[in-house]
């Protein structure tokens, strides 16, 4: 047995999941012999720049490097690269679903479904409310559905967790036959926070039910109030462009500034769509990246591009705070924050600057362990537990698959 088996030895049936973006898959392979299902994977990696000049291939711990993608079909072509490598793993072993993180379940789907042509024909009703991820799951689906329909294929929902919020906190104040038409606030990063649901009582006890938020701060970003780990209020509404600003995207805007842009400036819809999804957020006031800790590298710069750079973080910054702030007066308090995704597990300063702001509700850090990015980082007179916690969204979605697949 070469090296690589050796290090990735199994003990039954295995699940894939698969995370789509529009340029990039990462895929998880599960060990689903084993009970409780292991919470790291056997083997995980990504595919990235689907569809552009030079994409690459990298297992977690190895480098990538570059593949060749069919440029008539890349996605296609992506998928069958990590065929290969599930394939090369098996070792005789069955390969019991795919599971795939899919944003939007809609109105209709609160719960993991296994994928049929009907499911799949629903799915793609809720594209226009989450076009940079639900069309590549669905692609994904729709080619594996063709090459293996006698193989499981669950979606799993990140609007899902949410389903318990409360309807005051569904509601958009349209008019009523709006919300009567599917027009509501579904909230993402479900399958996050549902790891924060099963993790976090585990690590703080009954600190965890009480008030807790907990912020998901990636290249999307939002935060979640939870009551007894319920998602009871979140700051992503209706699409993934509501709420806190992030790399690319605005967060919560004025609708009159849309209005302004398309009748004034006269752009048109699309025009404004890559606006408000691909050129906005850090990355459009800063000019300079979508990322934080690369922004925060030229905060000292003489002229424009230290000022933009500055300010980018600081708005960045204070929508983190005013929407904390706004959660916590519907929790009536808080007890536990937690910091989870890319930015929020990775980059002390953003995590500083925001508990900084939040000194008025007792929070207090402990500066060496926010440096290291420990799993608590409040000092011990901090009356608000602060913690750093990594997300796994693909243990969630393969337990998920598990459940529906039987």
Known sequence: ??????????????????????????????????????????????????????????????????????PRHPYRSALQHIQQGVLARLGGRRLRAISHRVVHGGSKYSEPVRVDAQVLADLKGYIPLAPLHQPFALEAIE????????????????????????????????PWDAWQRGLRRYGFHGLSYAYMAAVLSERHGAVAHGRTIV????????????????????????????????????????????????????LSLEEVGRILYHRSGLLGLSGISAEPRVIVQHEDDDGERGERARIALALYVRRIVREIGALTAVLGGLDLLVFTAGVGEHNAFVRERVCRALGF??????????????????????????????????????????????
């Open 1 to 70: 047995m070469s090296a690589v088996h050796d290090r990735y030895q199994t003990r039954g049936e295995l699940v894939l999941v698969l995370n789509c973006g529009s340029s990039s898959i990462k895929f998880a392979l599960f060990d689903a012999g084993q009970s409780p299902l292991p919470r790291s994977p056997v083997w995980n990696g990504k595919v990235q720049g689907i569809g552009g000049p030079a994409p690459t291939y990298g297992e977690t711990g190895v480098a990538p490097g570059a593949i060749a993608l069919d």
């Open 143 to 174: 080619i594996l559905l063709r090459e293996r329909p006698e193989l499981p294929q669950v979606a799993c929902f990140d609007t899902a967790f949410h389903h318990t919020l409360p309807v005051v906190e569904q509601m958009l104040p349209l």
């Open 215 to 266: 912020a998901h701060l990636g290249s999307g970003a939002s935060l979640c109030a939870m009551q007894d780990l319920r998602s009871v209020a979140t700051t992503m509404g209706f699409s993934a462009l509501d709420g806190l600003m992030m790399g690319t995207r605005t967060g919560v805007l004025d609708p009159g500034a849309v209005l302004y842009l398309m009748e004034i400036e006269k």
């Open 361 to 406: 509700l007792g929070v207090q850090l402990d500066e060496r362990a926010n440096a290291a990015d420990a799993a608590l980082i409040s000092s011990s007179d901090s009356t608000v537990r602060v913690a750093v916690e990594p997300t796994n969204e693909e243990w969630i979605a393969a337990g998920h698959a598990l459940q529906v697949a039987g």
